[in-house]
């Protein structure tokens, strides 16, 4: 069970500086949390912010009002969206919160994250990208090493990539199916890639940057895929043809899995049987 009253130091905190990463590590690093789910709630009244409130948005699933010195701040999230998805908006707007860096772009002085900005990833930036995405990924990036700290997520990345390991991930840290895949899959030692659809079309694709580009884009319709097994949705690891889902197919055979959610959503796991190649000729 979670503390029910955190204390933090955050003059240690702010010796990070503005990298999310170090700030999350230093909040760890008092914590001494040996497994999830981190109170996050706790750990952001710990750190000055004053009050959070669930309320109806239209556009929004957080937002942070803080005065220029960042001295005490109050966060803002979208009650219609599921308790996991409001755990990660307030550390979101925790990480907008702590690092110094960061400052509002809406003219009320806010900062105002949308769905969209939530979805971005956490991973690296191209280098001409705009101030406000650099701000919205590094809070990113600060929320998922604070929810789901490489060392919370390791226990996890045995064996092939599974999406078993990522239902079992969630569970433990309480933290949404999709934000746990994502993290599974940047941090597996086998590479894999996601693709996140609704009623068939692609939402997004992640991938491991070893993993080879995959074919489809957002918008484009998938072929069938895998059925549903038992009651948690998922499917076996089926054999698929590289060519239906790879840009460029190698001689690795490809498994594919799939995790049916409700409203139509789908997110199917790809990577490659590397016991299952051809390698008759080497």
Same mark, same amino acid.
């Given at each position: ?27 760890? %690093?008092?914590?001494?949390? #040996? =497994? ?7 750990? +952001?009244? $710990?750190?000055?912010? !004053? @009050? ?105 990345l045995r064996?092939?990539?599974?999406? %078993?390991?990522?239902?079992? #991930? =969630? ?7 999709? +934000?746990? $895949?994502?993290?599974? !899959? @940047? ?19 992640q991938r ?75």
């Amino acid at each position: 069970m979670p503390p029910d009253v955190v204390k933090l130091d955050r003059m240690a905190i702010e010796e990070a500086g503005p990298d999310p990463e170090r700030i999350a590590a230093s909040i760890h %690093t008092q914590l001494a949390l #040996l =497994s999830g789910p981190v109170p996050i709630h706790q750990v +952001a009244e $710990a750190l000055d912010i !004053v @009050e959070i409130r669930q309320v109806p948005l239209k556009g929004l699933e957080g937002a942070l009002v803080s005065t220029p010195e960042r001295d005490i701040g109050s966060i803002v999230v979208n009650s219609a969206s599921s308790a996991q998805r409001q755990r990660f908006s307030v550390a979101h707007e925790l990480g907008h919160f702590l690092n110094p860096w960061h400052k509002p772009l809406e003219p009320s002085g806010w900062f105002a994250c949308r769905p969209e900005d939530l979805r971005k990833s956490w991973g690296k930036l191209p280098p001409e990208a705009s101030h406000h995405l650099i701000q919205e990924t590094e809070a990113n990036r600060f929320a998922i090493e604070f929810l789901a700290p490489q060392k919370f997520v390791r226990p996890f990345l045995r064996g092939i990539p599974d999406l %078993t390991s990522v239902l079992r #991930l =969630s569970k433990t840290l309480d933290l949404s199916r999709e +934000a746990s $895949a994502r993290r599974y !899959v @940047e941090l597996h030692d086998q590479p894999a890639a996601l693709v996140f659809s609704v009623d068939g079309v692609v939402r997004y694709v992640q991938r491991h940057p070893d993993f080879p580009s995959v074919l489809y884009q957002p918008g484009q319709r998938l072929s069938e895929l895998p059925s549903p097994v038992d009651k948690s949705r998922l499917s076996a690891h089926e054999e698929a043809d590289p060519r239906d889902w790879l840009v460029r197919p190698g001689r690795d055979a490809l498994i594919v899995q799939t995790l049916s959610q409700s409203r139509g959503h789908a997110t199917t796991l790809l990577a490659l049987d590397l016991a299952g190649s051809d390698d008759d000729d080497i």
